[in-house]
């Protein structure tokens, strides 16, 4: 591993910061790529004692269609789950029933998100799997046997290479930082403040938080769905406006004292037509509007574009040796970890090569704001590294943000 370490000036005093909350349609994508992953992997595991060749991370959500009025709301054509991507589906003499465990997945997962849809008649599959191996299969009479030749098929353990030597499966890269700014805080604290720290049954899931500020002047505007089912009038949608204005105005006032804030809500309504963010489900997806894994919210559950940033789509990916993947969470704990320690701001990348050890990355790059004892710093890192093998376990218990 090469390790660098260089110092950086304080970020600048403008930020720009976006979350798409997680009824958003990409952030489902995301959602529902990362618990297809978890649920092939954990399947996998127990039945043949390993996590067998995936990718989910090409899965897509393509919108419906909806009808709704003061009262009511309902689904008029399905949500269609795009299943793109790659998965083993058989080991040994043995089928797997991917199929089967991505519908049964499917439905739980947005059953949860979405409640107000009845995933047996508003979803509907579209088919894309297949069991192909990457590139680098040569198919020649020779006496060793390409390992790729059963990449997708594993005839027995010996058939999975990252058994014998956990490798990168990929050259990509893995950036974070932390700690997260008083802005990051706000801009991740809204979506609880509205879903979690109060009981608003009107609120669906598909809110978005965009933030600019510019030194101590803050510009807020906030999305908010209302589910048709719990709102009788607009004298009601606009009390429920106001509801989640007030409540927003105060959790801004509590984390960013002394900024000067306007707060923008549903820019688009037109009360006197009226055209409103009005919804049968709580989410854009019931409407045309698609998603996409990797389109959204970054790992740490933000868009924060003045950030060290990639576009890496992690959601979805195999959590064993997936080199974008695993590195990501790599990097953000090594960010955690050092800041805690030194006390300071810091951004670290870690870069992956194909084929190279997953435990020892091409290069480690670790840039700071305050000083600090680089030998300690380079000792986090080797630490949190030599744990590696522990993000797998962590992402198969769904204990690790990714979006």
Known sequence: MRFN???????????????????????????????????????????????????FDKVGLLGGRSEVNFGSGRMTSPIRVLVNGRASDRFGDREIPVEELIVETTKQFLGERLPKIDASQDLTFLWNLSSGSSPGQVDASTEKESYRRHW???????????????????????????????????????????????????????????????????????????????????????????????????????????????????TRDNPAIPELYLTATGS????????????????????????????????????????????????????????????????????????RELSDPWEVTVAHEGPVDPNLVEVTVKTELANITQITVDLLAARVRLY
């Open 5 to 55: 370490i260089s110092e950086v000036p304080p970020a600048a005093d403008f930020e720009v910061i976006e979350r798409k909350g997680i009824g958003h349609p990409d952030s489902l994508s995301d959602g529902l790529a990362e618990a297809l992953s978890v649920a092939y992997s954990n399947y996998t595991l127990k039945e043949f004692g390993a996590v067998l060749h995936h990718n």
């Open 152 to 266: 997708f098929s594993p005839r027995d353990l010996s058939d999975l290479r990252e058994l014998q030597q956990l490798v990168c499966n990929d050259t990509s890269i893995g950036t974070a930082y932390a700690p997260l700014s008083p802005l990051e805080n706000f801009v991740l604290a809204v979506e609880q403040e509205l879903h979690e720290d109060n009981d608003l049954p009107w609120l669906g899931t598909d809110i978005k938080v965009l933030v600019v500020r510019n030194g101590l002047t803050v510009d807020v505007t906030v999305c908010l769905p209302q589910i048709a089912d719990e709102v009788p009038d607009l004298d009601a949608y606009l009390a429920n406006i106001a509801t989640a204005r007030r409540l927003i105005t105060d959790l801004a006032e509590r984390s960013l004292p002394g900024h000067d804030i306007t707060l923008h809500t549903n």
């Open 284 to 355: 854009s997806i019931e409407s045309g509007d698609e998603g996409l894994v990797g389109r959204g919210n970054r790992a740490n559950g933000l868009i924060a574009t003045a950030r060290p940033y990639t576009m890496e789509g992690v959601a979805g990916k195999n959590p064993v040796y997936h080199t974008g993947k695993v590195y990501t969470v790599a990097a953000q704990r090594i960010a955690d970890a050092l800041a805690a320690e030194h006390g300071t701001a810091f951004q670290v990348w870690v870069v992956g090569q194909a084929g």
